[in-house]
């Protein structure tokens, strides 16, 4: 079994990834609480102290609009400590597995955005996970980094549950239709990541697979065409409010987003061999988690 050291295991994708890998690895798991990423020597102390051959990194400052007032804390968390995280890697030969962003990308045009393409972030928060994707690269370190979209899971803060809430408080709702994109879950970010791992651990001293890597669920809507699903998956335990399209420059943000969100993920399937879920039915999956037996 690879030693795995997992951090960021008290966010969405963390608890995913906390909850099945213990059976499949020597894990250690650090929540934000147990390891601040501010801290570059506490960050270098617990790699050290854990001697992984695989760093799992699912931490990262991800307040889209916070970020344009926080940005040197945005730094230091989705940029410096990935930096450091990877010098550690890098000095032990290691690998280390890392998520970025959709958000990396200016969002023109309607084609899906493939590795090789030009990027060109709109906002801190992708200006910051860009970084750290270019600080993990300058290291040399032996890296899978999975650019995924529009995450969201049973547990944490995300989309689908403010969805559910706003869906309970209101009668009608507006929401962007012109930012396009694939819903991903954590659950099917899991499943890949364990593939990954799998390879990973396997591959001795090759470096083959060592790169960036688009990775998000199949097919493509709108936030208001997730929202919609949303409504729909959950119809039999809440009234489904009206659900209205409204363009970007309706619903001003501190941040600005992406139109075109659609990234290629040929090149993970090739090289793992692994095609994630239509987003659909991977919204299915996670409402019957959290839907009450009788409706699943
Ligand atoms: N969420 C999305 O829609 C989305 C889209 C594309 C890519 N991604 C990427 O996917 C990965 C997983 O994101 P997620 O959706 O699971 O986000 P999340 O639920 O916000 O989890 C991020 C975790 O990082 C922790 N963290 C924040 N600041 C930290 C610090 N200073 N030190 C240590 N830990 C810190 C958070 O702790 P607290 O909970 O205590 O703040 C949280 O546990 C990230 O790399 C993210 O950039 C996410």
Not at 263 to 292: I, S, T, Y
Request: proline content about 6%; aromatic content about 8%; charged content about 20%.
């Amino acid at each position: 079994m690879p030693r795995v050291l997992l951090l960021g295991a008290g966010g969405q994708l963390g608890m995913q990834l906390a909850r099945t890998l213990a059976a499949e690895v020597e894990l250690t798991a650090l929540t934000r609480a147990e390891l601040d990423f501010t801290d570059a020597d506490a960050l270098r102390s617990a790699i050290r102290l854990a001697k992984p051959e695989i760093v799992i990194n699912a931490a990262a400052y991800t307040a889209v609009d916070k970020a344009e007032s926080e940005p040197e804390l945005a730094r230091l968390v989705n940029a410096v400590a990935p930096a450091v995280i990877a010098t550690e890697v890098a000095r032990t030969n290691g690998w280390l597995i890392h998520y970025s962003t959709d958000y990396v990308f200016d969002g023109s045009g309607t084609k899906p955005w493939v590795e090789t393409d030009p990027t060109g972030p709109l906002s801190v928060y992708g200006h910051t996970k860009l970084d750290g994707e270019l600080g993990i690269a300058a290291s040399g370190c032996r890296r899978v980094i999975l650019r995924t979209s529009w995450v969201y899971a049973a547990e944490g803060r995300n989309f689908l549950h403010t969805m559910l809430r706003l869906g309970r408080e209101r009668e009608q709702l507006k929401i962007v239709d012109d930012q396009i994109g694939a819903p991903t879950s954590a659950e099917a970010i899991t499943e890949a990541t364990h593939i990954v791992l799998r390879q990973l651990a396997d591959c001795g001293e090759d470096a083959a697979a060592s790169g960036t890597y688009h990775l998000t669920c199949v097919g493509e809507t709108s936030w208001c065409g997730f929202a919609r699903a949303i409504f729909a998956a959950f119809a039999v335990q809440q009234k489904a409010p009206e659900v209205l399209p409204i363009p970007t420059e309706a619903y001003p943000t501190p941040a600005r987003r992406p139109r075109n969100s659609r990234l290629n993920c040929d090149k993970f399937a090739g090289q793992f061999g692994f095609r994630m879920p239509q987003w659909e039915d991977a919204l299915n999956k996670v409402a019957k988690v959290l839907l009450p037996p009788e409706h699943r």
